[in-house]
């Protein structure tokens, strides 16, 4: 809660960049099944603005993951909803990966040829970073994140009744899980994700800690 003004402005591109990314290609997903209602929706946009979701902003920011505004999704409208569900829902945290991927590429790139200011690196690092963030921490299995969805659609059809009773519970947990962590000095969240993020990170930029 301490961060300054000046830490802020910095994370803002990197943030910035893997919201709009995530939300950006959730919509082009389910437009590209057959549902027009995220494009309908002014959805379908590489203009951050249109995908910022002011509670997730903040919580990237302060807490170190987030999200953005929901793509609106009607499921009727694809020609196999259950699996197109899932694609959609995919779509979001593949291209935070694959954009990571890129970046980190670009970052070896510059950094080995292009002679930059120390900042530019550190940006591109941390947008490399941020990217992976959102991409591990939507792919958890709880409503009303990505994994959520992508679990329902990959459960056998006898057992999605029950999924979808006990995702009612998945905000409550989820912020129960961020504040059991929070409260124990201990980040839950961070332990989990923790090493996927840094194995990855390491991977696609060449940078050990």
């Not at 807490?63 to 505004?69: E, M, R, T, V």
């Not at 990966?97 to 040829?113: K, N, P, Q, T």
């Not at 992976?132 to 999605?160: M, Q, R, T, W």
């Not at 409260?183 to 990170?201: A, D, R």
Request: proline content about 8%.
């Amino acid at each position: 809660m301490g961060m300054d003004f000046r830490a802020l402005l910095f994370m803002a591109p990197g943030i910035l960049f893997a919201l709009t990314i995530h939300e950006y290609f959730h919509a082009w997903t389910a437009n590209r099944l057959g549902d027009p209602t995220p494009r309908l929706q002014g959805r379908l946009s590489l203009n951050p603005i249109a995908h910022l979701d002011l509670i997730g902003t903040i919580c990237f920011i302060f807490a170190g993951f987030g999200w953005g505004k929901p793509v609106p999704v009607n499921p009727y409208n694809f020609k196999n909803p259950r699996r197109d569900d899932v694609l959609v829902s995919a779509a979001g945290p593949v291209s935070n990966f694959i954009s990571a991927f890129a970046l980190g590429l670009i970052f070896r790139l510059v950094y080995e040829f292009v002679k930059l200011p120390d900042p530019v690196y550190a940006m591109l690092l941390l947008s490399v970073r941020l990217s992976l963030i959102l991409a591990f921490f939507n792919l958890i299995p709880l409503f009303p994140l990505d994994g959520s969805h992508v679990l329902k659609g990959l459960l056998p059809y006898e057992y999605v009744s029950s999924y979808e009773n006990f995702s009612r519970y998945g905000p409550f947990i989820l912020l129960g899980i961020i504040m059991l962590g929070r409260l124990g000095g201990v980040s839950i969240l961070g332990t989990v994700l923790g090493p996927p993020i840094t194995f990855f990170f390491a991977l696609f930029t060449g940078i050990h800690f």
